[in-house]
């Protein structure tokens, strides 16, 4: 009798922590593969960032790190950080969580390409701490020469775009 109950408490408690939010800040970089062009080209995307000042309710999260990769769903060109940006395909994140012990949520994860303010993040949490939870939150995105992104400059070749970075908010 005694290991129902036992049992019962257990589920109770993974239900419950497998219920709960976080709302972090986050900020990281962004490093796109072969990089933006004048040329369409699949980007390979890495992103790596930072959580901090997490808060929620049944919460016990204060901060992490995570990292994901996806490519784009289509060919792009430095035109996309001008637009509502690029979609996602293949995605996968990583976040690891602090303090320790937490563990760590796996699950799919987007964020367009763009330099437009306000990009939405989305995904889904599909293992692990808030495991059946939605990503979501925006962020503001900037490119090392984005706005200069396919142009010669003088007798140089134009340089791609590889390297971003990203401040904002991410809650799960």
Known sequence: ???????????????SAS??????ETSGTIKLSPG????AQVQTVTIKGTLKNC???ESSVTSGKYEAHYKTAEAVTCATLTSAGAAAADSNI???????GQGNSMGT???????????SLGGSIESGPFAGAAIG???????TGGSSCGASVGKKKAKKVNKGTFTGTLSV
């Open 36 to 39: 933006l062009s004048s040329v």
């Open 1 to 15: 009798m005694a290991l129902v109950v036992l049992c019962a408490a257990i589920s109770a408690t993974t239900a």
């Open 19 to 24: 219920a709960a939010t976080a709302g972090c």
């Open 137 to 143: 939150g925006s962020v503001s995105e900037s490119y």
């Open 94 to 100: 990583v976040l690891k969580w602090t303090p320790k």
């Open 55 to 57: 808060s929620g309710e």
């Open 109 to 119: 994860f987007s964020m367009p390409l763009t330099e437009a303010p306000g990009t």
